[in-house]
């Protein structure tokens, strides 16, 4: 069983720590078969969009096809020890390292936030009942899930002092603090990155497509994930096509049960106000509806998004040219209706390009890292 | 027509009917929009774009000094409590302070009479030593002691009862009217069940329990406001106990609960419940997010904010209690917020 403790001191942490035995070979068949094992019981489950997301990532098609990449890179050891530091705000984003950290053969202790959302409990409690079904699972003696308070520095450092490598799930104030905290010499961190979406309607057809597919990057996670779309830059798009767009935009969303809780709701008026103080924006209108609140500006740059802080607040602006100003803070660039070569110009604008609609899709190469690479040596 | 401080202090705490009131607030109120534009230049900001003003989310009191008064003139900068480290700052210059401290006066006097009573605080003498930057929990209490007399303070410095002053207290007090004051929690915790503990009732005669901060622990410790009365009632006899909201960004305003057990706005202040997302008001008995609009905010731009709190509005101008204007309920703080106010600093 993965325990989940909640304690605050270290010794009885400690304790529980005897399952875990040293690492696998990279790839070894049992690792994948227990994973695909893994994946097929999520699916089947249904829970959520985001946990039936991460059990078709890790289906055994793609792990295999994450074993050639793997292959060609021509590691053959895991590291070691990775101690994972996951964020609150995406419940589920820690579970793609981790898997792929077993995948190559690390044992793995994954500290998850006192702040989690509902989905990370969730996934653990679904993870117990796999191995509960499972009980010789290399899942079992491959991972342990702790969870303590943030301010007990000493469980940090000590974990970090046992490592062989550690991963933090950003912001930047939380890698820097744990840094101080602590100094690990083989880490990959995410740091804070923003990301937005350049959309092209031409005609009344493009809308409910374009709709239906940012939803699928703007919804998941309060619109906090860094890859989640802030802003859409509109390209060459009659007002009258946008105005489409967001009625079909609210009509949809309003079928579901709102993403968005009351807080959230409530906090966009902050969050825009903040915008204005910090970010300077310049407003032209805006629109406030349960579903989302639309924000036209008058004036962009890529940076305004460092202080957008989700929660359905979405900015948008009339691109002119497909030029944006250079940051190493914007991620991904969601793109529709555009084509090829008018992709690649905002290519240089952001560490990925991507259709519309895939922003959330993980990959093993993540935010400019290839985690494969560096999960083993 | 817009009034001067001293006709302020004329109206009477609940005596405005609707119309009355709405057109002494608007002028009021569109006055301080643009007094706050020209001299507070991030308010200016804020509003610049909107041709309707926009009330300001509370929580940006905490990450800007949001004033409009020169350093120089600033009289006292309040902050709220926050154990996550970021505490609003409310920034009055002399005349706001005087205006706000009046102003309370008028509306505790409604309910303790003109008489300054003996007081007792439900709190430990330490709480309000710390002079230059004041917690609102010590600015709540300090801000108390004025309406009361022969202050004795309940606690040790450990949160303890402090029983020889509890007893001599009691002893002096007992046939005469008296003023206790405290933050929730506190009260409850530190002080109605250690008494029960310690199988300690003291029965007065007559007396008011004022009680405020906010009901989050409570409702932790499932503690309702009836069971929470009748704890009182059972310790400390007749004493009628009021509930009340309030915020550091409207010091001056006070919501006290009446004894059908409804907030009740003064004068010079305006609730409205609101939807969270779009900010247009509900329909009474809807909860929704409280927006508050006070017209005592005029050394920094805290006359129309939109809270973190949950309320629901029950009516205007005909509570059975019979005083005039909204009066309503708190259902607490919306999920997750960040932890803001009184009591949730101890413990």
């Not at chain 1, 469980?155 to 933090?168: A, N, P, Q, V």
């Not at chain 1, 690990?184 to 959309?199: E, G, N, T």
Request: one cysteine or more.
């Amino acid at each position: 069983m993965t325990p989940l403790f909640k304690h605050t001191s270290l010794q009885q942490l400690q304790g529980n720590f005897t399952q875990l035995s040293p690492q696998a070979a990279p790839f070894q068949d049992d690792t994948v078969a227990d994973i695909a094992a893994f994946s097929q019981f999520l699916l089947k489950k249904q829970q959520s969009n985001a946990i039936s997301a991460l059990g078709f990532w890790c289906r055994k098609a793609n792990i295999l096809a994450m074993k050639k990449h793997y292959m060609a890179l021509n590691h053959s050891q895991p590291r070691g020890l990775v101690f994972h530091i996951t964020p609150a705000n995406v419940d589920t984003v820690y579970f793609y390292s981790l898997l792929l950290s077993m995948l190559c053969g690390n044992c793995n202790i994954v500290r998850i936030s006192d702040r989690s959302g509902e989905q990370t409990y969730q996934l653990i409690a679904l993870l117990n009942e796999f191995l509960s079904l499972h009980p010789y699972s290399v899942l079992n003696s491959l991972c342990a899930i702790v969870s303590y308070p943030s301010n007990a520095q000493d469980i940090t450092e000590h974990f970090s002092e046992h490592c062989d490598m550690r991963i933090i799930w950003g912001g930047d104030d939380a890698i820097e603090k744990i840094n101080q905290q602590a100094n690990v010499q083989h880490q990959v961190c995410f740091p804070d990155r923003y990301s937005l979406a350049v959309i092209r309607l031409s005609t009344n057809l493009d809308v409910d497509l374009a709709v239906t597919r940012f939803i699928r990057d703007f919804n998941a996670f309060s619109q906090q994930a860094c890859s989640s779309p802030k802003a859409i830059l509109w390209y060459q798009t009659s007002l009258e096509l946008q105005q489409l767009f967001w009625q079909a935009l609210r009509l949809a969303l309003s079928k579901d049960e709102s993403q968005f809780s009351q807080t959230a709701k409530a906090n966009r008026l902050y969050h825009l106000q903040q915008l204005i103080l910090l970010a300077n924006i310049n407003i032209q209108a805006i629109d406030k509806y349960s579903e989302f609140m639309r924000c036209e500006l008058l004036t962009f740059l890529p940076d305004m998004l460092l202080h957008h802080q989700g929660d359905g607040l979405i900015l948008s602006y009339q691109l002119q040219r497909l030029e944006l100003n250079k940051t190493d803070k914007l991620q991904t660039i969601s793109c529709f209706g555009l084509n090829a070569s008018e992709q690649n110009q905002l290519a240089t604008a952001a560490i990925r390009t991507i259709a519309l609609g895939q922003a959330l899709t993980f990959d093993h190469y993540w935010d400019g890292v290839d985690l494969l690479e560096e999960l083993s040596c | 027509m817009h009034l001067t401080d001293e006709q302020l202090l004329e109206l009477p705490v609940y005596g405005l009917a609707n119309n009355e009131k709405q057109s002494f607030l608007h002028s009021q109120l569109t006055f301080l929009d643009s007094h706050h534009k020209k001299h507070c230049a991030p308010y200016q900001r804020l509003q610049q774009s909107f041709a309707d003003t926009m009330p300001l989310a509370v929580p940006l009191f905490k990450q800007f000094l949001l004033s409009s008064i020169n350093a120089d003139q600033q009289h006292r900068l309040l902050t709220s409590s926050g154990t996550s480290g970021a505490v609003s700052k409310i920034s009055l210059d002399a005349q706001t302070a005087q205006l706000q401290s009046k102003i309370l006066t008028k509306t505790l006097q409604h309910w303790l009479g003109k008489q300054r009573l003996p007081m007792l605080i439900i709190d430990a003498k330490q709480t309000i030593r710390k002079k230059t930057t004041m917690s609102a929990r010590a600015a709540g209490i300090q801000g108390m002691l004025f309406f009361g007399r022969d202050p004795h303070f309940a606690l040790n410095d450990d949160m303890t009862l402090n029983m020889p002053v509890i007893d001599a207290f009691f002893e002096k007090y007992r046939a005469t009217p008296v003023f206790m004051f405290g933050f929730t929690f506190i009260v409850w915790q530190q002080f109605i069940q250690a008494l029960t503990k310690c199988d300690k009732n003291m029965k007065f005669e007559k007396g008011v329990l004022l009680h405020g901060g906010g009901w989050k622990k409570m409702q932790q410790h499932a503690v309702s406001n009836k069971a929470f009365k009748q704890a009182v009632a059972e310790q400390l006899g007749a004493i009628n106990v009021h509930d009340y909201y309030g915020m550091v960004e409207q010091t001056g305003t006070i919501y006290i609960e009446c004894e059908h057990g409804f907030l009740h706005t003064p004068a010079w202040s305006d609730i409205s419940i609101v939807d969270a997302a779009t900010q247009q008001p509900l329909p009474t008995n809807t909860q929704g997010v409280i927006q508050v609009e006070s017209v005592l905010a005029k050394s920094y731009p805290g006359h129309r904010l939109l809270t973190e709190d949950l309320g629901t509005l029950h009516g205007e101008d005909n509570c059975q209690c019979g005083r005039l204007g909204k009066y309503f309920t708190v259902q607490g703080r919306l999920a997750k917020s960040q932890v803001r106010g009184c009591s949730d600093t101890f413990i």
